[in-house]
């Protein structure tokens, strides 16, 4: 049985055709990885402009479309990482004034706060260092997995478990 065929790596005359052709895949995938709509066309180009400077390295051992899907996926993880990402949303018409929190709003959130953290307490404690050091702390899940010393699915069924253990916690919470 032959081997299955390989696409050569696309030449700078092809990157148009790429575009064309993998442009509207990139860009929702983009947005499904976090991106805003507003950026994602400006983050779907640089996947493209990355993509022509790293075409020489090209090897061909997947596909283009799965190539240039990493590329994005690089991308996205960076904007999210990055300060860009955490600027504050600016708005066409401000407020005339700003509603303060009753005091119900406040006793009622302590109380939330004050149950999430029993039931986070609860939580077996390999559950409860990956849920503090993925959710509370925000680090990668890859960072979380090393400093536990397990591989990162271990990680993430771990938080599964933990989330799924918090939901039927906090049920009769969220349902009052």
Known sequence: MN?????????????????AVHHRAVRA?????????????DVCAEVFIVALH?????????SLSTWLLGIARNLASDLRRSARARCEVLVDTVPEH?????????????QVSAAVRRAVSKLKPTQRQVVTGYVLNEQPM?????????PAQT???????AQGA???????????
């Open 166 to 176: 918090l939901r039927s916690t906090l049920a009769p919470l969220m349902a009052a």
């Open 29 to 41: 995938s983009l947005i499904r990885w976090g991106v805003s709509a507003a950026e994602a066309d």
């Open 98 to 110: 700003v509603e303060e929190d009753g005091v119900h709003e406040r006793v009622e959130r302590a």
């Open 3 to 19: 081997a299955p065929h390989r696409l050569a790596a696309p030449t700078r005359h092809d990157l148009g055709q790429l575009y």
């Open 54 to 62: 790293r075409l020489p390295t090209f090897e061909g051992h997947s």
């Open 155 to 161: 990680a993430y069924a771990r938080l599964y478990a």
């Open 142 to 150: 890859n960072v979380v997995a090393s400093n536990e010393r397990v």
